[in-house]
């Protein structure tokens, strides 16, 4: 009599757990499908590597208006603030669209801001980029990555950068440099684009940043890499800790506060309005040579994600 009543009695239990479970279950489908969160398994930086090769083969840029450039870096803002919601909305303004990603080697989630225009055969985009956003900490740092095919790999680098640190906002142009003529879309000098529009919002919210390019290995051949504080001396301790561990790992860096380096970034346009709002600015150059290898590029990474690890 004792066996059975224990037998039934376990059955029982199993039985509600089992019940419970599946309530908890759809009940946290029921959220995702709500708030449009069921993330979708991908790998980061391949991911991006695709949309650089669209980049590569479309060239296509329209100047976006004054309204467009409002929207979206509102509803980036927005995103920075945990108001998705409202972000979504603000961005359907523009047709711009919130995915949740969730990266298949780090195991992290993130939200991707991207032209709902883009089709697959690439027709209707607007070469405006796109917006990576940590979900698993609060984002703390931007990488920017104005020149993606243009400067090759330097999408790359930025995508291994967020996928290694959480806490990190990934802002990825979307033309080539001389999409629409000569330097016509060169974000890092215009002022009248998304991507400094985004830029300027997340350095008024207080959000320091490291803005990767890259150089022909002949263009300067003493060095690998190039490092600066932009056209202020805001990111300079970090500048200093990216040259250092570079060195470390073997790279030959030239510092642009105490050598005179090319391609400096002085008169870069995210770092000028950085350095207005008294917030980091790092402008880092690489080699083809160091962008081009995996193993490089992975040292590279290390040392950035010590870099942004600091302003985490």
Same mark, same amino acid.
Not at 67 to 95: C, F, I, M, N, S
Not at 139 to 146: F, G, L, S
Not at 157 to 168: E, H, K, M, N
Not at 183 to 201: L, M, Q, Y
């Given at each position: 009599?004792? $066996? @059975? ?18 309530? =908890?279950?759809?009940? #946290? ?11 979708? =398994? ?16 479309? #060239? ?19 995103? /920075?603030? %945990? ?33 709902? #225009? ?37 999408? &790359? ?21 001389? !999409? ?6 060169? $974000?890092?000098?215009? =002022? ?29 051949? +003493?060095?690998? !890499? &190039? ?8 990111? +300079? ?25 090319? /391609?400096? %970034? ?21 080699? @083809? ?24």
């Amino acid at each position: 009599m004792r $066996v @059975r009543v224990v037998i039934a009695a376990a059955v029982a239990l199993a039985a509600a757990l089992t019940v419970m479970i599946l309530t =908890t279950g759809e009940s #946290r489908d029921a959220d995702s499908a709500r708030n449009g969160s069921a993330a979708t =398994t991908v790998d980061l930086p391949e991911r991006v590597r695709e949309f650089a090769a669209g980049i590569a083969e479309r #060239r296509v840029h329209r100047d976006p208006t004054r309204a467009e450039r409002g929207a979206l870096a509102d509803g980036v803002g927005l995103l /920075l603030a %945990g108001e998705r919601e409202r972000a979504e909305q603000r961005l359907r303004e523009v047709d711009y669209a919130v995915s949740e990603l969730k990266d298949r080697e780090s195991g992290r989630s993130c939200l991707e801001v991207a032209d709902a #225009r883009e089709e697959a055969d690439g027709s209707g985009t607007r070469g405006w980029g796109r917006v990576y956003l940590d979900l698993d900490r609060a984002p703390a740092w931007t990488v920017q990555v104005p020149h993606p095919v243009a400067d090759l790999d330097t999408e &790359l680098l930025g995508a291994q950068v967020l996928r290694g640190t959480p806490g990190g906002v990934l802002i990825l142009a979307g033309a080539h440099r001389d !999409a629409g003529g000569p330097d016509a879309a060169d $974000v890092a000098h215009r =002022t009248d684009t998304v991507f400094h529009r985004i830029v300027r919002e997340t350095v008024r919210r207080g959000l320091p940043g490291v803005q990767l390019h890259g150089f022909a290995d002949d263009s300067v051949p +003493e060095f690998d !890499a &190039l490092v600066s504080s932009g056209s202020g001396d805001h990111g +300079e301790k970090a500048a200093k800790s990216l040259v250092a561990d570079l060195s470390r790992q073997g790279f030959a860096v030239c510092r642009a506060w105490s050598q005179k380096c090319r /391609l400096e %970034g002085r008169t870069n346009e995210q770092g000028i309005v950085a350095e207005r709002y008294e917030v980091p600015f790092v402008h880092v150059e690489f080699n @083809r040579d160091s962008r081009r290898d995996p193993a490089l590029r992975s040292r590279i990474v290390s040392a950035l994600g010590g870099v942004v690890q600091q302003w985490r």
